[in-house]
């Protein structure tokens, strides 16, 4: 199992990202997908969680309006749109699946909101 971030970067305050994570190493289209986040001396927040066929979506209440997490079953690819973002954000976000009872992580991508 394979997932690999990307997407993250510097934006100002009210600005917009979007993430990516590419999967592979197992059958994509049977897994719900998961976005984290943490920050430094913090635990780590589940933010969104999307099912397997992309039918079923829910958010932490912290991103909710603000984020959209959606999947290419084509293309093995989850993605987080982060729109009006806030400085409170800033963190490390990485992609999670469950799989036969263990947690995958990818290495994350660093979004830092600042003016």
């Known amino acids: 199992v394979q997932l690999v971030e990307s997407g993250g970067g510097l934006v100002q305050p009210g600005g917009s990202l979007r993430l990516s994570c590419a999967a592979s190493g197992f059958t994509f289209s049977m897994y719900a997908m998961m976005w984290y986040r943490q920050t430094p001396g913090k635990e780590r927040e589940l933010v969104a969680r999307?099912?397997?066929?992309?039918?079923?979506?829910t958010y932490a209440d912290s991103v909710k309006g603000r984020f959209t997490i959606s999947r290419d079953n084509a293309k093995n690819t989850v993605y987080l749109q982060m729109n009006n973002l806030k400085p409170e954000d800033t963190a490390v976000y990485s992609c999670?699946?469950?799989?036969?009872?263990?947690?995958?992580w990818g290495k994350g991508t660093l979004v830092t909101v600042s003016s």
């Open positions: 999307i099912s397997s066929t992309g039918g079923s979506t």
């Open positions: 999670n699946l469950y799989r036969t009872g263990m947690p995958y």
